[in-house]
């Protein structure tokens, strides 16, 4: 049972490239989450779904898009990357029934 | 729009101190209050209260909410250098597209030996 995991560990972008973070989970679990993390500002959500097929903007959605074509997937996107993403980005999973979030071990990223 | 801060951002001790973190929030549709532990890595859960009052423990830690006054704490006794990390305080939120946390900015602790 490898709970939530997610692909790259790390990644240097330069400004206007594009790349697409990948987070699994094997919990069977119905809701899925993607935080960035900045010093001194906790975890921020970016977007989150609720069930295979459906997403829904978080506090920090611009810049970023996702997709759930799998329950066991959330993917997040950055289309063109800016500096100001650069970011420790976490992904979590909870149960439908409760609020305990399954975090990731975290996708550090670079823009320069 | 739903804030939560904690206190101190940050924390130096010595070994065998006790120490008290704060959490204190303002949100609509509160569900619950979560603490959780964060070292290197991805943040490990701690606590999830839901009710006033009720005070949860795991061994050295313990944890209570009011949810008149809008605030929980978090505390360590007989803090030992393995308790160094940020923990983070979240409220769980109900919304119409689904359950969502809102986290505070975190308390980074050290402890000294």
């Known amino acids: 049972n490898a709970g939530v995991t997610q692909t790259p560990k790390f990644r240097v972008l330069k400004t206007g490239q594009s790349m697409t973070l990948l987070c699994a989970q094997d919990?069977?679990?119905?809701?899925m989450y993607w935080y960035r993390q900045d010093p001194g500002m906790g975890l921020r959500l970016i977007h989150y779904s609720v069930g295979e097929g459906t997403t829904a903007k978080g506090e920090v959605p611009d810049g970023y898009n996702v997709s759930r074509l799998k329950k066991q997937n959330f993917l997040l996107g950055l289309e063109s990357a800016a500096p100001s993403q650069t970011s420790v980005y976490f992904c979590?999973?909870?149960?439908?029934?409760?609020?305990?979030?399954?975090f990731g071990p975290g996708t550090r990223l670079t823009v320069t | 729009e739903d804030k939560v801060v904690q206190s101190p951002l940050s924390l130096v001790v010595h070994e065998g101190d006790t120490v008290t973190l704060n959490c204190s929030y303002e949100v609509t549709n509160f569900r619950s209050l979560l603490w959780y532990k964060q070292e290197k890595k991805a943040p490990t859960f701690l606590f999830m209260l839901t009710s006033s009052g009720i005070e949860k423990k795991s061994g050295r830690l313990s944890s209570i909410l009011d949810k008149k006054e809008l605030f929980s704490i978090l505390n360590i006794t007989a803090t030992q250098t393995g308790d160094s990390a940020i923990y983070l305080c979240a409220v769980g939120i109900a919304e119409t597209s689904g359950s969502r946390l809102t986290f505070g900015e975190g308390t980074q602790l050290t402890v000294n030996p």
């Open positions: 919990m069977n679990h119905e809701y």
């Open positions: 979590a999973s909870s149960p439908r029934t409760g609020l305990k979030q399954y």
